[in-house]
Structures are given as C-alpha cells and as structure tokens.
C-alpha cells in the first residue's frame, strides 16, 4: 500500500514536471514569434498577416529624396531624405490593400504607434517609408542594423514619424 502511494507521488511530480517545462518551452517559442526584426515590415489586419516585405525588396522601389526640416524634441533638424512612398510597398504587397482599408497603424520595435489615413497615403509623395538620411542608412533602435522611418511630408511636426519600423496595422 505505501509503495503504491509513494509510485502515485512520484508518478504526478514527473507529471507536474513536464507540464512546467511545456509551459516553460512555448512561452518562449511565443515571446521569440513576438520580436520582429527591423531589417522588415510585416503588414497585418486584425489577426492575418497580409505580407512581409525586407528593407533589400524596399530600396528596389522606386526611391523618392525629400529635403526637410523637423521640428522635434532636439529642435530643428535638417534632413536629406531617401525612400519610397508608403502606397509603392502597399501595391507591391498587395494592390487590394489601398482599396480594402481606410487607416494605417504604424508600429516600431519599441511598441512606439502612430498612423496615418488610406487618403494621405494616395496623396502623391506624402507618406514616405525612409531608409537613409544624407545618403547614410537609417540606424536600428540599437544603432546594430539598418532600419526603416515614416515621414509625412505634409506634416510640421516629427510626432507621426514613427522610427524603427517593424509593422504595419491595417484598419
Ligand atoms: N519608434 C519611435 N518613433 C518615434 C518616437 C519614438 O519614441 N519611438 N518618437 C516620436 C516623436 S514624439 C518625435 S518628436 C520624433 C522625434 O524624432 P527625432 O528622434 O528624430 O528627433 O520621432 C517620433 N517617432
Ligand atoms: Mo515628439
């Protein structure tokens, strides 16, 4: 009787033990899913992955320079500006994008979100996705990579330019 017990005891720790691990194990897979890298843009609506799109695919856009002058937390700055226009990559990934959504959520690694209208986006060289910044790469959050910006040129304030570009929310 107290073997059979002692065999029960051990029988649940084993158990207890190895769903700890599982949850240990897929937590991390989870948190790893989660990190998206700066070196790309992943388009999303709601819970679907529209498309992903790398900084390589991006500079073969066509490019748009846009001088500019940004009035920020560091005052005024002066900027040579290289990217492409927001509605290139949309119609690169998906032509239907401009048609099916009306707002555009702009997300950075640091979680740092903004947005911008589906209108503003069809306005002609309005919303930029930058890539370099008097002719030199954009750095990443941790100055290791290259990484991507977007600029409203219509706009007088930095407030919308949302750094480190990781995603895009569709609306
Ligand atoms: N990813 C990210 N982008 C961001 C921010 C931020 O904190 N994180 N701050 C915004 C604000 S409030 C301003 S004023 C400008 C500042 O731009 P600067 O750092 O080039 O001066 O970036 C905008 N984009
Ligand atoms: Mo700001």
New binding site residues.
Partial sequence: MAEQKSKLKTAVTVMVVLLVILVAVFGYLNAKGEKLNEGQLRITAGNHIIGEITLEEIRKLPAVNKKMV?N???GL?KHKFTGTPLLEVFNYVDPDIVKDYKRVITV???K?TSGVDMEEVLQKNNVLLIYEDNGMPLKSKKGDQETMRIVIVNDL???R????MVEIQLE
Avoid: H, L, M
């Avoid at 330019?161 to 480190?164: G, P, Q």
């Fill in positions: 940004i920020s937390t560091g700055t950075g690694v640091d740092y304030y930095g407030q330019f949302t750094n480190y």
